[in-house]
């Protein structure tokens, strides 16, 4: 059972790179959302979506885009990287609205 | 809006003692209420959840935690702790009849010594 799956695990920017992390999911949830986990802040939300086409802002979007083309595939764009967006980032997928999230193992962030 | 609070960024524990972790949460409406685990370098895993069934509820690896209404609380425990529950704790909280989108508490580290 693959669930969720991102990559890359690790990276390493340059302030002002751009760079996709990939979400894929292979249980045919429809929700679908990006964390990003910094110590001492919990989990933040950054976008999320609620169907193939439907994305949303969370908590902390500047920075990021997304965008849903497909039920499976859920990537996080990072448009000119920063210092303060060094971070874990996680992606979630949802059965249902009041079902358990499915993480992803996390992609570790650097920017330089 | 939802909130959630979780009291304490660590907790220590003796091997078998009793693991108690607090959260409250804060919602306008009926909330959902979760406990997740997150191991060293891994993603996040249930460990519960109360979605209006029965108040007390059992979750994995001898985890429970009991909606209180009144005081707006879903602690986390357990009887006797295991070197192995090591990790960080996660409580959230959603919505019904909103976004559903779970808001995430700040997380309680739990020590265990032998």
């Known amino acids: 059972n693959a669930g969720v799956t991102q990559t890359p695990k690790f990276q390493v920017l340059k302030t002002g790179q751009s760079m996709t992390l990939q979400c894929a999911q292979d249980m045919n949830h429809e929700y679908m959302s990006w964390y990003r986990q910094d110590p001492g802040m919990g989990l933040r939300l950054i976008h999320y979506s609620v169907g193939a086409g439907i994305t949303d802002q969370g908590e902390v979007p500047n920075g990021y885009n997304v965008s849903r083309s497909t039920t499976e595939d859920f990537p996080l764009r990072l448009l000119s990287a920063a210092p303060s967006q060094t971070s874990v980032y996680f992606c979630?997928?949802?059965?249902?609205?009041?079902?358990?999230?499915?993480f992803g193992e996390g992609s570790r962030l650097t920017v330089l | 809006a939802q909130s959630v609070t979780q009291l304490g960024s660590h907790v220590s524990v003796s091997e078998g003692a009793l693991v108690l972790l607090r959260c409250n949460y804060s919602s306008s409406v009926p909330p959902y209420l979760f406990w997740y685990v997150q191991y060293p370098n891994q993603g996040l895993q249930l460990l519960l959840k109360?979605?209006?069934?029965?108040?007390l509820v059992k979750g994995i690896n001898g985890f429970e935690a009991e909606f209180k209404k009144s005081e707006t609380s879903f602690h986390l425990t357990k009887p006797s702790a295991h070197m192995s529950d090591a990790a960080e704790y996660f409580c959230a909280v959603s919505e019904s009849g909103g976004s559903y989108i779970p808001t995430f508490g700040r997380g309680t580290s739990l020590i265990v010594h032998p």
């Open positions: 109360y979605t209006s069934a029965a108040t």
């Open positions: 979630a997928s949802s059965y249902a609205r009041t079902g358990e999230l499915f």
